[in-house]
Each structure stands twice: as structure tokens, then as C-alpha cells.
Nanobody
Framework: QVQLVESGGGLVQPGGSLRLSCASA????????MGWYRQAPGKQREMVAR???????NYADSVKGRFTISRDNAKNTVYMQMNSLKVEDTAVYYC??????????WGQGTQVTVSS
């Protein structure tokens, strides 16, 4: 498993932007597919965006065109740029690392609140 630490959450007005970061300890970051998930109060955790080891991405329909996931293997970090934020994007956002051979790890989460 790998240790993950998220940062970049906060309070933003509707229409605003935030960039989340997830830093990984260790030197095998490039072997993991990475993802961002979120969980709003009273709701199940859901996938927001994922990026494979080769850089292919996929997004939840609700964030397509607004969120962009990227990774920098040299910095052991995955990012998610969130633009045009909506009130319904309010949630705790979690970073996840997946590898068939190395297992799955989760970060501790970072709160994103979109409110006027």
C-alpha cells in the first residue's frame, strides 16, 4: 500500500475554482492508477475522475467539461482542477490509488464546500 495526502480543499463560491492535490510517499507512484472520489453527507462515495498509469482519463458525467485530472509521476502527485464549481459539488474528496499487484489505498480526504 501507499500513503496518500490530499490538500487544496476549502470554501469557494459557486462558479469558482479549486485545485486538489494528492501526494504519494514512496517511489512506485507510477505503477498506480489514481482516482478522485467524493462523498456528500448522506450519500454514497462516488467516483469523480480517474487516470490510468498510461494517462487515460475518465470522468463522472456530472463533472465532465468542468474537472480535469492529471498526474506528475516525477512529483508522485495527482491533481484535479475543478472549475465552474456548483453547490452540488460540496463533499469530502478522497484520493485513491489502485494497483492489481500492490492493492488499493485511500487518502484521509479534503473538504470542498461550494456556497455563496
Amino acid at each position: 500500500q501507499v500513503q496518500l495526502v490530499e490538500s487544496g480543499g476549502g470554501l469557494v463560491q459557486p462558479g469558482g475554482s479549486l485545485r486538489l492535490s494528492c501526494a504519494s510517499a514512496g517511489n512506485i507512484f507510477s505503477a498506480y492508477a489514481m482516482g478522485w472520489y467524493r462523498q456528500a453527507p448522506g450519500k454514497q462515495r462516488e467516483m469523480v475522475a480517474r487516470i490510468t498509469t498510461g494517462g487515460s482519463t475518465n470522468y463522472a458525467d456530472s463533472v465532465k467539461g468542468r474537472f480535469t485530472i492529471s498526474r506528475d509521476n516525477a512529483k508522485n502527485t495527482v491533481y484535479m482542477q475543478m472549475n465552474s464549481l456548483k453547490v452540488e459539488d460540496t463533499a469530502v474528496y478522497y484520493c485513491r490509488a489502485d494497483s492489481l499487484g500492490l492493492g488499493t489505498s485511500w487518502g484521509q480526504g479534503t473538504q470542498v464546500t461550494v456556497s455563496s
